[in-house]
């Protein structure tokens, strides 16, 4: 099982990256995925949750209106697209999976986690 996270990078304040996890050694199309970041000295935070249809989706306060999540099931891919980056989105970015919406919200318990991508936003 591996979640691999890619897409990370420094940028800039106001520009946009995005973020893939490709999902292997499961069935990703029937499991719900999220993204979760840490920031230094910070607690491990949601950004978004999507079921495992992507049909719904849930969104973190701090990033609401600034991010996407969509989920391609037929790459066993999870993507978060994020535009008008803050300095406060710099924190090291995490996809997982769960066999349950609950375990991709913020809270949960996902069943697999994914390495994390380092995203750096300079003001």
């Known amino acids: 099982v591996q979640l691999q996270a890619s897409g990370g990078g420094a940028v800039q304040a106001g520009d946009s990256l995005r973020l893939s996890c490709v999902a292997s050694g499961f069935n990703f199309g029937l499991f719900y995925a999220g993204w979760f970041r840490e920031a230094p000295g910070k607690e491990r935070e949601l950004v978004a949750a999507?079921?495992?249809?992507?049909?719904?989706?849930e969104y973190g306060d701090s990033v609401k209106g600034r991010v996407t999540i969509s989920k391609d099931n037929t790459k066993n891919t999870v993507y978060l697209q994020m535009n008008s980056l803050k300095p406060e989105d710099t924190a090291v970015y995490y996809c997982?999976?769960?066999?349950?919406?609950?375990?991709?919200?913020?809270?949960?318990?996902?069943?697999?986690w994914g390495r994390g991508t380092l995203v750096t936003v300079s003001s």
């Open positions: 997982a999976a769960a066999k349950n919406f609950r375990g991709v919200l913020s809270g949960g318990r996902p069943d697999y």
């Open positions: 999507i079921s495992w249809s992507g049909n719904t989706t």
